[in-house]
């Protein structure tokens, strides 16, 4: 099993663009999450999917969106990308309610926005 | 909202002493889990804690929850080279199916 995968691995945008960052899972959990990762700020929660077809805001939305159309996919979009933004993003998965169980990480995506 | 504070930021430790980290929230815990970050990688599920006043010990890692359920604290003894890494402490208050609130993490840095 691969766990929770990212791509991609790295990515440079200018301020303005837009992208898509894939997080894929192959462990069959209901709940996904997005998290940015910042120096000294530890782990912020953007967006969560409690199960197929659902999406939630978490801590810090704006200027994100997400879309979880397969159970194992949650894709996190950026339409148009700030400096602000530049970060390491997180993936993450879990078996039941993330909060009371083992949240399963992927290995992140640094974006740089210029 | 809720808020998870997390001291010391950075710890710097000769290998073969003790570390300790200190998590503490705003709010009462329905629950408490703790990760590890290595350098340039992904955090890492370390352990839950449920109840008020858990001990919970894995190996050199001794995890604490506190019997009001708002701090916590993880304790390594004798810590290794392959201690090094940034520890976070996650919090969760319940009452919905918001996500866990991450403190900022210590960074354990050992000095052979």
């Known amino acids: 099993n691969a766990g929770v995968t990212q791509t991609p691995k790295f990515r440079v945008l200018k301020t303005g663009q837009s992208m898509t960052l894939l997080c894929a899972q192959d462990m069959n959990h209901e709940y996904m999450y997005w998290y940015r990762q910042d120096p000294g700020m530890g782990l912020r929660l953007i967006h969560y999917s409690v199960g197929e077809g659902t999406t939630a805001k978490g801590e810090v939305p704006d200027g994100y969106n997400v879309s979880r159309l397969k159970k194992q996919n949650f894709l996190l979009g950026l339409e148009s990308a700030a400096p602000s933004q530049t970060s390491v993003y997180f993936c993450?998965?879990?078996?039941?309610?993330?909060?009371?169980?083992?949240?399963?990480f992927g290995p992140g995506t640094r974006l740089t926005v210029l | 909202g809720q808020q998870v504070m997390q001291i010391p930021q950075y710890q710097h430790v000769q290998e073969g002493e003790d570390f300790t980290t200190y998590c503490n929230s705003s709010?009462?815990?329905?629950?408490i889990q703790w990760y590890k970050q290595r350098p340039g990688g992904h955090p890492v599920f370390l352990i839950q804690?449920?109840?008020?006043?858990e001990v919970k010990k894995q190996k050199r890692l001794t995890f604490q929850f506190g019997e009001a359920k708002k701090n916590s604290s993880l304790h390594i003894t004798a810590t290794q080279t392959t201690d090094v890494g940034t520890y976070f402490c996650a919090g969760y208050s319940g009452g919905g199916a918001d996500g866990l609130t991450f403190g900022k993490g210590t960074h354990l840095i050992i000095q052979p």
């Open positions: 993450a998965s879990s078996y039941g309610q993330g909060p009371y169980n083992e949240q399963f």
């Open positions: 709010t009462t815990l329905s629950n």
């Open positions: 804690l449920v109840k008020s006043g």
